[in-house]
């Protein structure tokens, strides 16, 4: 089985953000020291994506943001103001998890094989909590823009089950 | 002499925004018609036809290969050219794009100038 390079990780969620952000949004983000987490991180209020990743390596990858920072990256994207977290701001926050995860997979798949992409979803609200069932680390990557945070991450284990035809929340993530 | 287009992904921001960025890359454009994934926009063509198509390939219903093949396949539809535009960048599905006829691919995040010059021959 193929070994995951941590490094080559975050490279991956470096590169992938910076070009979103700087292709997309005209943003400039700068990345902050990755770290492993157990849990979801950032996941207890404001905006979680995530996005499942299935194939001979399967799990999940997202981003998580404050709701002042949801509305700034989509006001950017879609060059509209928003004065709250509406359908919108989630449409276009799943589209940047889409864009920003699926070229972190695009580059893991020449090690790890080919991955299919799950369709995003977003949470946005106060006081949950978040799980992975797996206990596979995620890989956190914080990253500044200005004066404000979000965080690219990912988990992502070899498939034992081997039969993975769409891609859901393979390593297991539940709200609770 | 404009042209009419469908953009097929189920982003409404990502609609949006390549709307937008066809008017920037001055592509003369008439009516504009949105569908969220492959089976609303094989429905949308029993009524409407288009010169050109923007397509996602991950999409909930039907995605965009599967859209592309059935596309293909009808009498009506084959000669109308597809542009995928996605985050899909892996080779295999590339080549399956191409295979099944899409005029061209474009892989999120694109500018505006990528998207002109995906355009130019194919239109």
Not at chain 1, 48 to 61: F, N
């Amino acid at each position: 089985m193929r070994e995951l390079d941590h490094g080559k990780v975050v490279q991956a969620i470096c590169n992938s953000t910076r070009e979103v952000f700087s292709t997309m949004l005209g943003m400039e983000v700068e990345a902050g020291e990755s770290y492993r987490q157990q849990s979801v991180p950032g996941a207890n209020a404001g905006v979680v994506s995530l996005i499942g990743l299935a194939g001979d390596w399967a799990g999940s990858g997202g981003i998580s943001c404050s709701p002042e920072f949801a509305r700034h990256i989509s006001s950017a994207l879609l060059m509209t103001e928003f004065s709250s977290v509406d359908e919108e701001v989630l449409d276009a926050v799943a589209e940047v998890t889409n864009m920003i995860i699926g070229n972190v997979k695009n580059s893991l798949e020449e090690d790890l094989g080919p991955m299919g992409l799950s369709i995003p979803t977003v949470i946005f609200g106060r006081n949950f909590t978040t799980r992975s069932v797996g206990n596979s680390d995620w890989i956190v990557v914080p990253f500044q823009s200005a004066s404000e945070q979000m965080k690219v991450q990912i988990c992502i284990a070899p498939n034992k089950t081997k039969h993975s035809p769409r891609p859901g929340f393979a390593n297991g993530l539940a709200l609770a | 002499m404009t042209l009419d287009v469908m953009i097929v992904d189920d982003s409404a921001a990502i609609r949006k925004i390549l709307q937008r960025v066809l008017r920037q890359a001055e592509v003369p454009i008439g009516e504009v018609f949105e569908a969220g994934d492959g089976r609303e926009a094989l429905g949308m063509l029993e009524t409407r036809s288009v010169g050109l198509i923007l397509s996602d390939i991950n999409m909930p219903n039907m995605d965009g290969l599967e859209f592309l093949g059935q596309l293909k396949a009808s009498n009506h539809l084959k000669n109308v050219p597809v542009v995928m535009v996605t985050t899909e960048g892996s080779q295999m599905k590339v080549m399956e794009a191409v295979e099944l006829g899409a005029a061209g691919y474009v892989r999120k995040p694109f500018t505006a100038e990528q998207i002109k010059e995906k355009l130019t021959g194919i239109i």
